[in-house]
């Protein structure tokens, strides 16, 4: 389960974990909603409003990486999320066998995405190293890109 641990409160709704959490000017709405294919067909439901994505990546699992760049880019065709600003978290990176946010750039193909605004931080969960780097990339970019898209105003 990924928390975003800045002095929020998570709350399990016993089907995935929502965290609510303010940072710098913006509000953000997380929820950690899993990989389940029985998960997948309720992530749709939380897209409307969304301008900013945050995909959470186990650097340590190799194994893996090909099916998380499926799941982003399955995520990224979204008509809902086709604006948002994209922050991948190269998670895990305390461990020794952990790729570099480099390595999960290129293994994930991010260099290939040109309709969207993205960035990789190396993070940590458990220690919180990199959550606030990433999250100030985010809501600064998001901030700024407020002020040139009529789509963010109400």
């Known amino acids: 389960t990924w928390e975003l641990k800045l002095n ?3 709350f399990y709704n016993g089907t995935f974990t929502v965290e609510t ?5 913006i509000v953000i709405h997380a ?3 899993g990989g389940s294919d029985r998960m997948k067909l309720l992530w749709r439901q939380y897209f ?13 699992d190799r194994e893996r990486i ?6 982003l880019y399955r995520l990224l065709e979204e008509e809902e999320l086709r604006k948002t600003t ?3 978290f190269a998670n895990k990176q305390d461990l020794a066998d952990a790729m570099n946010p480099t390595e999960v750039t290129e293994n994930l193909g991010l260099h290939t995405i ?3 605004l993205w960035y990789v931080q190396g993070s940590c969960a458990v220690s919180g190293d990199g959550i606030y ?10 901030l700024k890109n407020k002020e040139y898209d009529s789509t963010y105003r109400s």
């Open 8 to 10: 929020s409160e998570p």
């Open 21 to 25: 959490v303010k940072h710098e000017n």
């Open 31 to 33: 929820w950690d909603i």
């Open 48 to 60: 409307t409003g969304a301008h900013g994505l945050i995909f959470v990546v186990d650097s340590n």
């Open 66 to 71: 090909e099916d998380a760049k499926i799941e």
């Open 86 to 88: 994209l922050l991948v």
């Open 114 to 116: 040109r309709d969207r």
């Open 133 to 142: 780097e990433g999250l100030n990339w985010l809501t600064n970019t998001i």
